[in-house]
């Protein structure tokens, strides 16, 4: 809990006072959505930017911060000050607040490990049970911003082939397989994610020949597929990609607005069915189409925008992300 000598700052009372408020609002909201992990507190004040998300009774603290106007310890005394009124206001011991910061890190560390002690706890979104690790990562496991795409993609999903590039953790092919897809293939390049992917579908009972996992070099599967005539096609394909990569495990340099035309095009042409769907998402602020309305009509696709609609109402950054259903013209 806050100890009692902590003197707060302007901004950090402002915080305070902000995060009371926040959680009788977002109690409420959870309690009557029946959702078990959101989004709490979104860099609300601009002088104290962190993020704060909830997982049951587990808080997972981001410091978005940098070192411009403060030392290393200063930052992190701060961030331990912004824990400290988490801790207090939801009335919570520090063990079950997890504080992520990036630092100043070189080549292969910061992908190592933030802790020696994992702690996993098992969630549920709209029926589906997902594996959450909240302390050894940056990440958790699953992006809460898309809880209403994976929700759309569930509903699309019966009878049909599922092909989940770049699939994470398998979150999407989770619900892909629970809305009744035929086949569901997940393919990302770590095998750690496959695992934990597997994990996520046995957890929901979803096991056999028709799950598929790869650990592979999406791009060059992608390439080697085209080229083989009997490759399989498929009637909805996922495709949530980094923004950028020059992972030494990929055949080449990733980067989503120089690259995404050509990768989806390949998609349209190789391995959609006639009447496939093609849910692509990505995290980069400025993307700009490189393929115009006008090519997407000539081609015989929509390419729709639901960016909007598909943002949690428990995010303010509406920007968090940008997503498109790309499906051909009804004639």
């Known amino acids: 809990m806050t100890t009692p000598s902590l003197e707060l700052s302007g901004a950090l009372l402002m915080f305070q006072n902000r995060l009371k408020k926040l959680r009788k609002e ?10 078990e992990a959101f989004r709490i507190y979104d860099e609300d004040i601009p002088q104290v930017p962190v993020i704060l998300d909830r997982y049951l009774d587990y808080f997972v603290l981001y410091d978005k911060s940098s070192l411009r106007f403060q030392t290393e310890d200063e930052k992190e005394l701060r961030f331990q000050s912004i824990a400290n009124i988490v801790s207090d206001v939801y009335q919570v011991s520090m063990e079950k607040i997890f504080l992520k910061t990036r630092k100043k890190q070189k080549g292969r560390d910061q992908y190592e490990k933030l802790d020696s002690e994992s702690k996993e706890i098992t969630i549920s979104e709209n029926g589906n049970q997902f594996i959450i690790n909240l302390s050894d990562y940056l990440d958790t496991g699953l992006f809460l911003d898309h809880r209403l795409t994976r929700k759309w993609c569930s509903e699309n999903a019966s009878g049909k082939h599922v092909l989940n590039l770049f699939c994470y953790t398998g979150s999407f092919s989770v619900y892909a397989a629970m809305g009744g897809a035929i086949s569901v293939t997940s393919l990302d390049m770590s095998n750690r994610y496959i695992e934990w992917a597997k994990r996520n579908l046995a957890l929901n009972g979803k096991s056999g020949k028709q799950y598929e996992y790869l650990t592979v070099d999406v791009l060059q599967w992608i390439r080697d597929e085209a080229k083989n005539p009997e490759r399989k096609r498929y009637d909805m394909i996922i495709l949530d990609p980094p923004t950028f990569s020059n992972s030494k495990k990929m055949s080449e340099e990733w980067n989503v607005e120089e690259n995404h035309r050509n990768f989806i095009l390949t998609l349209l042409t190789k391995f959609l069915t006639p009447s ?19 090519e997407w009509t000539e081609r015989g696709y929509h390419c729709i925008d639901l960016t909007l609609q598909s943002i949690p109402e428990d995010f303010r950054d509406k920007k968090i992300h940008r997503l498109f259903k790309i499906k051909p013209i009804e004639t």
């Open 276 to 294: 496939g769907e093609i849910w692509f998402s990505t995290n980069f602020r400025k993307f700009t189409w490189a393929i115009p309305e006008e």
């Open 26 to 35: 977002k109690e409420k909201w959870a309690k009557r959505t029946e959702v």
